[in-house]
């Protein structure tokens, strides 16, 4: 198989979610070409199950400036720089939902994949966590969120809505195929 050759990369805007870079390449054939491309920041989600109530589920409500709208999610978040994606999900999950480490009775990764590798470089780790508590949200200062609690019967329609998360939506998919949600 040719080899595409990288030629030149420049970032055209730099923002706290990512930088978006344009990036001249050889194609195969010997054409030069100019792409688009977004190197983010890794990021993380769980699915947040109740050990004393296997049917219930507890979520994030907040607002996504992507599609404008607000939506009820796994817990998520960026992965920070020096972390790894594990270290990422625990402070998440104690920013979002007051959860600490000593909460978490089990804890599975599901996946770890590239959401969209036609333009984005970053990947999204998916955890399963089943918790015995939690507290008080401490979010970032930029972050307006709320818990909620969705129940199995409920979470169906949560995560087949048209503006949800499809890299959400298979992390639930992935659960229920190996067993952790019944």
């Keep these: 198989m040719n080899k595409w050759i990288i030629n030149e990369t420049e970032t055209l805007l730099s923002t706290p979610i990512g930088k978006f870079c344009s990036t001249r390449k050889t194609d195969p054939s010997g054409t030069e070409r100019k792409y688009v491309s977004m190197k983010a920041p890794d990021w993380v989600c769980a699915i947040v199950q109740f050990d004393d109530k296997p049917n ?18 796994f817990p998520s978040g960026m992965v920070d720089d020096g972390e790894s994606a594990l270290q990422a999900l ?46 008080t949200n401490n979010p970032d200062e930029d972050e307006f969120l709320e818990s909620e609690i969705v129940s199995a019967e409920k979470m169906g329609n949560v995560v087949s809505a048209d503006n949800y998360n499809v890299m959400m939506r298979f992390a639930w998919e992935r659960a229920i195929y190996l067993g952790l949600i019944k």
């Design 56 to 73: 219930e589920f507890l979520m994030v409500k907040l607002f996504r400036h992507g599609i404008n709208q607000e939506v009820v999610e």
């Design 90 to 135: 625990r402070r998440e999950l104690k920013e979002e939902l007051g959860i600490d480490c000593e909460n978490i009775v089990s804890l599975t990764e599901l996946y770890s994949a590239c959401p969209n590798p036609a333009f984005m470089d970053n990947k999204m780790t998916c955890y399963f966590a089943v918790i015995n508590g939690y507290g």
